[in-house]
């Protein structure tokens, strides 16, 4: 009878803590790929609204100027949404992409980039706005590859003239175009901070990558990106510097 007691009091201590350990050991590895899956899922999506932002703006018959810099543009950031407020690491609020152009007048896959601390004027209020950016020198894209960088302090920027007829500032480093609530503004964003998205970038591609590895060497592809690629290469036509 006593041997039939140890036997309904189920494993012994030894074979109940392995298998403790071995669940502990499962979810621990299911975190990891769950945070992936979701910040996969977050970076499609704001590939797609990216590439909606960047045609509304383009369309817009108040940015002369924008379709105008895209032509000799050697990348662009483009900001779904940014939100009145400080550093946004979360959704798309303060998230957005950036595309430069290669050797050949090729553009690159996206990279995920943060924008903080941007200053907003009294005619945008606490909404949120879409906000394209112009980036004008190579030196300029190159401090982004290697460290975040400070709009105004690091590199000159210039909100982007808003009006039909009117011509593109090249003289700034970035260039900045924006719309809130369907009406085009000129937002300054000096003062705001750009810095990567580490982990969008890895959930993007499925792997570890950084932005060289993304928007210079080519080593991680997303064919999910393909509309966006093609209507922004479409817009920075075969000039370029």
């Known amino acids: 009878a006593h041997m039939n007691d140890n036997n309904d009091a189920g494993p012994d201590p030894l074979r109940r803590m392995t298998m403790i350990a071995l669940g502990a050991t499962a979810v621990g590895l299911s975190v990891p790929s769950l945070a992936q899956a979701d910040d996969a899922a977050e970076a499609r999506a704001l590939v797609d609204k990216a590439r909606v ?122 260039v900045s175009y924006a719309k809130s609530k369907g009406a085009f503004i000129g937002m300054s964003v000096e003062g705001s901070v750009l810095d990567v998205r580490d982990t969008l970038n890895n959930g993007y591609y499925g792997k570890a990558v950084t932005p060289v590895e993304i928007l210079v060497k080519g080593a991680a592809r997303n064919r999910q990106a393909d509309p966006l690629r093609k209507a922004v290469a479409a817009a920075g036509g075969p000039g370029g510097r």
Do not use: C
């Open 53 to 174: 932002t960047f045609d509304a703006m383009l369309r817009a018959k108040e940015h002369d100027a924008l379709r105008a810099g895209m032509k000799s543009a050697r990348g662009v950031l483009i900001f779904p949404s940014v939100l009145k407020g400080g550093f946004f690491l979360g959704g798309s609020g303060g998230t957005g992409v950036l595309l430069v152009r290669g050797e050949r007048n090729d553009w690159s896959q996206p990279a995920f980039y943060t924008m903080g601390a941007v200053s907003f004027g009294v005619q945008f209020g606490g909404q949120a706005a879409e906000v394209v950016i112009l980036i004008n020198s190579q030196s300029a894209v190159e401090r982004l590859l290697s460290s975040s960088l400070k709009l105004g302090g690091d590199a000159s920027v210039a909100a982007g003239p808003v009006g039909a007829g009117q011509a593109a500032n090249l003289k700034a480093d970035f």
